[in-house]
C-alpha cells in the first residue's frame, strides 16, 4: 500500500495531489468532450488541464 505524502501550511496538512501515471490516449469521445469543453466552458477545462498538468 502507498503512503499518502503531506504538505505543512501552517496548522493545515494537505494531501499532495499528483498525477503518478500519464493519462491514455483520449478516443473519438474523449476528444469530442474536450472540444465541447473547450468551446462552451473554458473555465472547466483549464481547471481540468492545470489538474492532470501537476
Do not use: C, T, W
Not at 466552458?41 to 501537476?54: E, M, S, V
Amino acid at each position: 500500500m502507498k503512503g499518502i505524502k503531506y504538505n505543512r501550511v501552517g496548522d493545515y496538512e494537505f494531501p499532495e495531489l499528483k498525477q503518478e501515471s500519464p493519462l491514455p490516449n483520449l478516443s473519438r469521445f474523449g476528444r469530442e468532450y474536450l472540444r465541447i469543453l473547450k468551446e462552451k466552458h473554458p473555465g472547466h477545462y483549464l481547471l481540468n488541464a492545470k489538474l492532470n498538468d501537476k
